[in-house]
């Protein structure tokens, strides 16, 4: 199950209507082990696809070394599709590359840059397999 | 000569779960090579045929290699090498 807070479920959704129809990529980091997306890092989709996202390999850098450097992973890794449903697809599974991650999908297919509802769905991909989990949004992460 | 490379979470059943290795190499692939001698199988997930798989980011020194030579990237004693798989997928 993925527990995130209202203000970050919020902060991911405006992103991708932002960012729509282009994807939208990003990062949700929190301490090493303690499963808490914390610290929202929207990414630059450096491909700026419908289709595709990939974040440039410069801030990829910068983005795990401050992770590094604060003890921290990557709790949340999000995009979204910007005409399909928010579920992995084939690419998203060959490429998805932290096991550990919750895979956030979003789809603005619907409302585009507008208000409206989104699919937020989060996903485990690991070794190939995806499963799907429950998306719990609270008020505030309990300590 | 000994670099210290970092080794990304999915990559870490070669390196019975440790972070960061030391290896030996003039160069990127001969470092590459070395890691193998050590860390059977993690060459074939680094290369593909001549080159480095596409979704697949090293840095020396905190410069991307596809900048500075690729595989034939220079390294000296010292070096920070690091492995970040690519952050990427899409709806096709």
């Known amino acids: ?143 | 000569m000994a670099i210290e490379v970092r080794i990304p979470t999915i990559l870490r059943t070669y390196t019975g779960g440790e972070k960061a290795v030391t290896a030996d190499g003039a160069s990127l692939s001969a470092l590459i090579d070395d890691l193998d001698a050590n860390h059977p199988g993690i060459k074939e997930r680094l290369i593909e045929g001549a080159d480095l798989r596409r979704f697949v980011n090293v840095y020396v020194n905190d410069e991307d290699v596809r900048f500075i030579g690729g595989l034939e990237a220079e390294l000296s004693d010292g070096d920070q090498v690091v492995v970040l798989p690519a952050v990427a997928g899409g709806a096709r």
Do not use: Q
């Open chain 1, 1 to 143: 199950m993925l527990t995130i807070d209202r203000a970050t479920y919020d902060a991911i959704i405006a992103h991708a209507k932002r960012d729509h129809p282009d994807e939208a990529c990003g990062v949700v980091a929190g301490p090493e082990g303690s499963d808490r997306p914390e610290r929202l890092i929207e990414m630059v989709n450096a491909a700026g696809s419908p289709t595709f996202y990939e974040f440039d390999s410069t801030e990829l850098l910068e983005l795990y070394k401050e992770m590094w450097d604060r003890d921290e992973e990557p709790v949340v890794i999000y995009h979204s599709h910007t005409a399909t449903e928010a579920y992995p697809s084939r690419t998203d599974i060959g490429l998805a590359s932290e096991p550990g991650a919750h895979y956030v999908l979003v789809s603005t297919r619907d409302h585009g840059n507008n208000d409206g509802p989104v699919e937020f769905r989060s996903y485990r991909i690991v070794d190939g397999e995806v499963t799907e989990e429950e998306v719990t949004v609270v008020d505030e992460l309990r300590n």
